[in-house]
């Protein structure tokens, strides 16, 4: 068997279709858009993937959980803030300072009168430590916040207020503590990690590789959690979450470990903006920002990794290029994207792909040797854990289940392609 | 309380919403290998008996031992690990997964987030999916979309979810609810296979049905029990016909 | 305690407890709102601190009619009337548009309505332009009353207490004493058996909807009499008034008074003794603790499920 085959042979990949759509986006962001713009697009897009991490973990947390958390910001703003805090004091040694009245200590610190730096700063010196915090704070963060919700039963639209409220918390916190956290402008002007210069277009072009790589780990390791027995659960617990309790389980953990999971992610995202962006704001954490996040999933496909990284870059990219020359018309677009997800394309990209593949059985193989595939790849994630599942028209069609036993034999026929179904997502 | 040989010991149970008593002071015992039903009219208590034994509902006085294990203090998933299966109502069922996952994610291993992020499917549970598959009657439906399965079919899934975990007593509220016929003897067949070597609490309105099952049957008026013994003496039972029939 | 007599604590918790009276009456407007939907309906309004922006904007635009016309006395009256009109109006029309299509998608509604909030801001701010207005109040609501001479309560204040007391009271007379609060409790309770019994449930759904966003309309004509207004002034109230409602325990009137003034007041006071900014994390802070060993809120009753 050639590693090929063996590949496409895997359940974890999700089969042939998933093993084209992750080596499509593969040749897309390692090749593709590297050699195909400038570096100060490079770092723009380097820039969007970092959303991207966020949005992978509202695969797994909303997609395939139902859990909406409208407070991603947070742990993307604690990971990125984490690393930013590493950064600045690389950046603020007494020489460079010493025009300062207190040499040694972050620029803002200083403008607030602060004599000494803070002892929760103090570890942030060493880059170990700010890994490990990256990492283990925001996951902390999020299992406390998940265990006093889900272990009393909180969900549904509760959950997604109060995670709200906590980002809009903590970006207030940001701004009013300027002298420990640089307020509202956040900490700018970082510039070496361990003595290398972030802001040359070689460390640039290593960093945005570095990201790429990191999302893809991002990516395999959510389709090993789909592809699992937790991956079944977790749509189970979505559809039915009293008949999961009552075969045994303790649905709260598995709710609790896949909110710190996506947490965990979004902050290495954060972390990863920090370092290719040379600067961490308030701006990432609150409201607005958490709930753009979601939409970058939304379009994607909610159920979709891949989806969610198109997803992600694609939104970003009309945020750019509108916001630049018709910011006006770009909040009504914005507005409209997500009605228009919510109303008419549920799935989001994925499930109109799937829709489109599924009506021209003949595009799906065509796709393998098509040129411009970008959308193939989305869609096939749930075929590890869906073996046969409805296809996007069938799922409307069963709304009534008199209607189940008609379409019984055409879908048996179809379900080659398997749809997220997001009927139950909200239950 | 002091231990019995019994499956199952309910006594003095009450539990009361807002001071309104849904169950009243039940005392009843089941045997090992027995199948007992639960009779009574709409508001008896007889969905809040099963809710109290599975701890989805929280008791206000009594006790429930289970093997001589008390069960008012477990949460749910722990009373479930200790061997109390339970179907509701309605049948719950996981709809976008196939009828082959809907077995496999009931099999009793790989319960905790690590345990089930490790999980392999093994040869043991194949065959426990096959030989449940079998007995449950949908051996051929294993890779269709349980959505897609008729209403009776879904009931006896759900059955079969349950048996995957092999518990000790089993709790059915209303199994045949919408089901034809035939598939009420099926289903009948069913039950009396799998009480075998469990013990059973069905909850059921059919009395031709009841007939068929019944070891012993117990008829709850108001949250209280009414009558308790085989089906010809409850029915012959003077307080059964006026509340049945008396209004 | 921060450097204050007793004596001078007394008075400041006077003065910021009437100061946090007036963000008290605009907050369980809001409130009220949006309980009304998210209690009797389990949706999410997230746009509906816009519809407060536009009761808002239509008093301003109101008073400057008034001014010209010179019935700025007494235009307010016919302002709040126009402001619930319009607010009703457009709610309508979006309960038909949008929400109607999402009632089994609760989280979808969360981010459809947050889309149509994003629309509505940037029409405001298309419209009106992205500087603040502010209302001509008349000069009768100027003034203020003075029981002691340590004690200065603004008129304006007194007017929109008033007024929050007559919404109030209508809300549980329309909710408990009429037909239609009948017709909108039997509709929460059993969908099916309303509809079964000759209730249109669709035309509730859409009426308590828009009503909903009608109060928030006069909320925002309230709110014109302490700040000016802007296109995102309604996102300043929103969040507060997701958590009144949490808090307060969703369908049930007395628990939202009584968590919109907790809250109100709990930030006014503690934006006193700390910076604004620690006085609303600590507020915050504090709902989202509680709300988190006690979800189902303060004022939840138990139910037999």
């Known amino acids: 068997m050639t590693l090929w085959e063996k590949m496409c042979a895997s359940d974890l990949l999700g089969g042939k279709q998933g093993v084209i759509g992750l080596a499509v986006l593969a040749a897309v962001i390692f090749l593709v858009l590297p050699l195909g713009v400038d570096i100060f697009r490079l770092n723009l897009i380097g820039k969007y993937l970092t959303y991207a991490f966020v949005a992978v973990g509202l695969v797994l947390l909303w997609g395939h959980g139902g859990i909406l958390s409208l407070g991603q910001g947070i742990f993307f703003g604690l990971g990125g803030y984490a690393m930013a805090m590493f950064l600045k004091l690389e950046a603020s040694d007494p020489i460079t300072t010493k025009i300062q009245s207190t ?132 749509l189970a617990m979505r559809d039915k979450e009293e008949r999961v309790r009552f075969s045994g ?36 954490v609150g409201i607005v920002p958490s709930i753009e996040m979601v939409i970058f999933c939304a379009v994607g496909g909610r159920a979709s990794l891949i989806g969610a990284v198109y997803g992600t870059l694609l939104v970003n990219y009309g945020k750019t290029v509108f916001s630049e020359t018709y910011p006006e018309l770009w909040l009504f677009l914005m507005g409209g994207l997500f009605i228009a997800v919510v109303m008419f394309f549920p799935n989001g990209i994925a499930g109109i792909w799937d829709k489109y593949a599924t009506k021209y059985g003949w595009f799906k193989d065509k796709a393998v040797t098509a040129k411009k595939p970008e959308v193939s790849t989305t869609g096939v994630e749930t075929h590890a854990v869906l073996t046969e599942t409805l296809s996007a028209e069938a799922a409307a069609a069963t709304e009534s289940t008199d209607v189940a036993a008609s379409v019984k034999k055409t879908t048996r026929k179809k379900a080659a392609i398997s749809s997220p179904n997001i009927r139950g997502a909200e239950a | ?174 199994p045949v609810a919408g089901m034809s016929a035939k598939e009420r003897d099926q289903t009948a067949d069913l039950l009396n296979r799998i009480c075998q070597n469990r013990s059973v609490i069905v909850i059921e309105h059919d009395m031709e049905f009841v007939k068929k099952i019944a070891h012993k049957v117990t008829v709850l008026h108001q949250g209280k029990i009414l009558a308790e013994g085989p089906m010809e003496k409850v029915q012959a039972d003077e307080k059964v016909i006026e509340v049945y029939l008396g209004h | 305690m921060f450097g204050y007599s007793m004596a001078e604590i007394g008075n400041i918790v006077v003065m910021q407890g009437f100061s946090g009276l007036s963000m008290f009456t605009v907050l369980l407007l809001m409130a009220l709102g949006l309980a009304i939907i998210f209690g009797q309906m389990g949706v999410i309004n997230m746009a509906h601190g816009e519809f407060m922006t536009i009761g808002a904007y239509t008093t301003v635009m109101i008073s400057k009619v008034a001014a010209s016309y010179g019935f700025t006395d007494y235009y307010f009256i016919f302002a709040i009337i126009i402001a619930f009109g319009l607010a009703f109006a457009v709610g309508y029309l979006v309960e038909f548009a949008i929400i109607r299509h999402l009632y089994k998608r609760p989280l979808d509604t969360l981010l459809a309505t947050w889309g ?29 009353v003075n029981p002691t001479p340590d004690i200065d309560i ?82 300043l109230y929103i969040v507060d008034s997701f958590m009144v409602v949490v808090f307060g325990g969703a369908a049930s009137i007395v628990g939202t008074i009584a968590s919109a003034f907790g809250i109100a007041q709990a930030q006014s006071v503690l934006q006193f003794f700390m910076t604004s900014s620690m006085g609303k994390v600590s507020t915050l802070l504090a709902i989202v603790t509680i709300l988190m060993m006690k979800p189902e809120g303060l004022f939840a009753s138990k139910l037999r499920k």
Not at chain 1, 188 to 203: C, E, P, Q, V
Not at chain 1, 267 to 281: D, E, N
Not at chain 2, 100 to 118: A, C, I, M
Not at chain 3, 122 to 129: D, V
């Open chain 1, 249 to 284: 389980y303790d649905v709260s953990n598995f709710k609790i470990f896949i909110f710190c999971l996506a947490a965990m992610m979004s902050a290495v995202g954060g972390a990863m903006f920090t370092l290719q962006v040379g600067f961490m704001s308030p701006s990432f």
């Open chain 3, 116 to 144: 149509l909030s994003l629309v509505m801001q940037q029409i405001f701010r298309s419209t009106f332009g992205a500087k603040e207005v502010s209302a001509e109040l008349p000069e009768w609501m100027l003034g203020s």
């Open chain 3, 154 to 235: 603004p008129i304006n204040g007194l007017f929109v207490m008033g007024l929050a007391a007559l919404v109030t009271f209508g809300v549980y007379m329309f909710m408990y004493k009429s037909r239609w609060g009948l017709r909108v409790r039997a509709t929460v309770q059993n969908r099916t058996m309303a509809g079964a019994v000759g209730i249109n449930t669709a035309k509730v759904d859409r009426v308590t909807f828009a009503l909903g966003c009608g109060i928030a309309g006069i909320a925002g004509a309230a709110f014109t009499t302490i700040a000016s207004t802007g296109p995102t002034t309604g996102t």
């Open chain 2, 1 to 174: 309380m002091s231990n019995t040989d019994f499956v199952l010991a309910v006594e003095d149970l009450t539990v009361s919403f807002d001071g309104f008593k849904a169950v009243d002071n039940l005392t009843m015992y089941i045997d090992k290998n027995e199948l007992r039903v639960l009779v009574g009219p709409n508001g008896a208590g007889k969905t809040t008996v099963l809710d109290l034994i599975c701890g989805k509902t929280k008791s206000t006085g009594g006790s429930i031992k289970f093997n001589n294990t008390e069960l008012t203090k477990l949460s749910e998933h722990e009373i479930v690990r200790s061997g109390v299966g339970r179907k509701f109502q309605n049948p719950s069922i996981y709809e976008n997964l196939t009828v082959y996952q809907n077995l496999e994610v009931s099999y009793p291993k790989g319960r905790g987030v690590f345990g089930s992020l490790t999980f392999k499917r093994t040869q043991e549970v194949e065959d426990q999916v096959r030989r449940v598959a079998a007995d449950i009657m949908l051996t051929e439906f294993l890779d269709m979309e349980s959505a897609l399965l008729s209403h009776g079919q879904k009931q006896w899934l759900e059955i079969g979810m349950l048996l995957m975990q092999e518990p000790e007593l089993l709790m059915l509220d209303e």
């Open chain 1, 103 to 234: 040499p040694g200590i972050p620029d803002f610190m200083d403008w607030n009168q602060l004599t000494a730096l803070p002892w929760f700063w103090e570890p942030f010196k060493s880059l170990p430590f700010t890994i490990f915090a990256v990492l283990t704070i925001p996951a902390l963060f999020a299992y406390i916040i998940g265990y006093a919700m889900f272990k009393r039963r909180v969900g549904g639209v509760y959950f997604s207020i109060i995670t709200q409220a906590v980002a809009l918390i903590l970006s207030i916190l940001i701004v009013g503590q300027q002298g420990y956290t640089g307020g509202v402008n956040g900490m700018t002007d970082l510039r070496t990690m361990l003595g290398w210069d972030i802001r040359t277009d070689s460390a640039k072009y290593i960093l945005y590789y570095a990201n790429g790589l990191l999302l893809f780990g991002a990516i395999f390791l959510s389709k090993y959690v789909m592809s699992s027995k937790f991956g079944m659960l977790l």
